[in-house]
């Protein structure tokens, strides 16, 4: 960010069937004669067919445990429905102390900052390089809503606090350290270039339902003429965990 930095200001807040048996009085009736045939018609089947198999049988288990019916296990407890608030954790009101940024050589004090007479958000003093800015007309780092922290990348004197920020990728984690004892890590999951001219309020300061961060800083080409720069990047990160200092 040069030394006329200008941030744009945030906005406010789916059959077979069987056949018949034949009786035994039935078969007694028949005359004597189809008796005899029939002995006759049994000796020959008795000859000349083979025996019909042995018919298998089933080996039956011994135990009285093998034959019990098995007991269906009782059905698994429902899990208890997830909450918006168990998926998108957020804490409450803390104003941020420090910002860290391993990844990228962040380790930084904040300031509050506020919206200007031409209406955009101030930028953190030019002579201070490691000074990081949250906007505190909006939430702090850690609530639900966007959160909005900025910085230089140089300064009169040199690089400044977010030279390398465009080295972040999603994946990266950004911790801020807040005045009640904790530590909010967020966790990037999105990087993007935008026009000045052009820089799409709604998406970077639009409120949203759960705690998000926004790291914002000059980026693109630098006009001497009114010595700034023609882009700014934005840095997209959600909060991942807490833990207390």
């Known amino acids: 960010m040069s030394a006329k930095q200008e941030f744009r200001a945030p906005v406010p807040r789916p059959v077979t069937g069987s056949s018949p048996r034949r009786g035994l009085l039935g078969v007694l009736a ?3 004669i189809l008796v005899v045939l029939g002995l006759g018609l049994i000796h020959h089947s ?24 098995a007991v269906p296990e009782p059905p ?9 608030e168990a ?25 509050p900052l506020a919206i200007g007479e031409t209406g955009e958000l101030d930028p953190p003093p030019h002579d201070d390089k490691n000074l990081v800015g949250w906007f505190e007309g909006g939430v702090t780092p850690g609530e639900r809503g966007s959160s909005i922290v900025v910085g230089h990348v140089d300064t009169r004197t040199g690089p400044a606090v977010f030279v ?6 999603p994946g990266s984690t950004v911790d801020i350290h807040r ?18 001219a052009d820089f799409p309020d709604e998406r970077v300061y639009g409120d949203t339902p759960s705690a998000q961060l926004r790291l914002i800083t000059c980026a693109g080409a630098y006009d001497r003429a009114t010595r700034n720069y023609e882009d700014n990047l934005v840095v997209f990160a959600r909060l991942d965990s807490v833990r207390e200092t």
């Open 30 to 32: 028949l005359p004597l």
């Open 179 to 196: 005045e009640d004892g904790t530590v909010a890590t967020f966790e990037v999951y999105a990087a993007e270039t935008f026009r000045k």
């Open 164 to 169: 390398h920020l465009n080295a972040l990728r």
């Open 76 to 84: 698994a407890a429902p899990l208890a429905p997830e909450t918006p």
């Open 87 to 111: 998926r998108d954790p957020a804490l409450p009101p803390a104003e941020p102390q420090r910002l860290s940024i391993p990844e990228i050589g962040v380790d930084a004090p904040f300031m």
């Open 46 to 69: 008795i000859r000349d067919t083979p025996p019909p198999a042995a018919p298998s049988v089933a080996l039956v288990p011994s135990t009285p445990e093998a034959i019990a019916p």
